[in-house]
């Protein structure tokens, strides 16, 4: 099933290619042929209890839609939704539309995974993902999903997922793999990947290019303390996937740095 698709500029002709700049958690500035698309867009130094760690990275310029995989706080978080401009698309999973209207966004496209629409030059297609669907504590639910952004060259952001055999059909089109590979505390809950499930992961989807995300970011404030070497799952992460998936090159980013491809 396809969603109507809503319209963005076309691109330049030379404005091909695939730049991924790494904001933060799972904020990622995913930019193919020309079309700019965020990914759960977090731009605040605190959410609920949990404050940034890493540098603050100031975020400049529009973007053609934003991407969630979500609906927990740390992923789609409204204040930082209405730091965008004013009738920035979104595309969310199904049935989160109404909630977000309520919110004051227009959204325009709600997704479920193996459907798609497109935002320009690019093609967003949403997969499937294994997390909590709800949005705790009273909040709405929404099923998980992980995008492809595909052009001329294709990203995956695997949004906040744990294993699961369908990744292997992603085997043999992604060029760059945005896979999380911890938390924000000391320990992770069901429906995430470690270093190890990330790295298998990226065995399975065997990309060109993995990017590490969702690690080092953010943590609990006071009383507790931050983990004491925050990029220590970044670096794990590069270990294991050196060893099961030589062919897969590994590019760690600090938060704000940008690779092209």
Do not use: K, Q
């Amino acid at each position: 099933m396809t969603s109507p698709a809503w319209r963005a500029p076309e691109p330049d002709v030379a404005a091909t290619g695939l730049a991924i700049t790494w904001l933060g958690h799972a904020t990622v500035l995913v930019e193919i042929d020309g079309v700019r698309a965020i990914t759960d867009p977090v731009l605040r130094d605190r959410v609920g209890p949990l404050v940034r760690i890493s540098p603050d990275v100031e975020f400049l310029g529009s973007v053609d839609c934003v991407l969630l995989s979500h609906l927990h706080a740390d992923h789609t978080d409204l204040p930082s939704l209405r730091m965008l401009e004013p009738g920035t698309p979104i595309v969310a999973p199904h049935p989160a539309a109404r909630w977000l209207r309520r919110a004051g966004f227009e959204v325009a496209a709600e997704l479920r995974p193996g459907e798609e629409t497109r935002v320009g030059a690019a093609r967003i297609i949403a997969t499937e993902a294994r997390h909590d669907p709800r949005r705790r504590p009273l909040g709405p639910a929404g099923a998980p999903l992980g995008y492809i952004v595909e052009g001329s060259r294709s990203a995956y952001f695997a949004g906040d997922t744990d294993l699961f055999d369908g990744m292997a059909n992603l085997r043999g089109r992604i060029d760059v793999a945005l896979l999380p590979v911890w938390g924000w505390g000391r320990t992770l809950g069901p429906g995430h990947l470690d270093p190890d499930r990330a790295a298998t992961a990226a065995e399975l989807i065997a990309p060109r290019i993995a990017v590490p995300i969702h690690w080092g970011t953010f943590a609990l404030g006071r009383p507790w303390r931050p983990v004491d070497d925050p990029a220590w799952p970044a670096r794990r992460f590069a270990e294991l996937t050196a060893g099961r998936a030589p062919a897969v090159e590994v590019r760690v980013l600090a938060p704000g740095a940008c690779t092209e491809v």
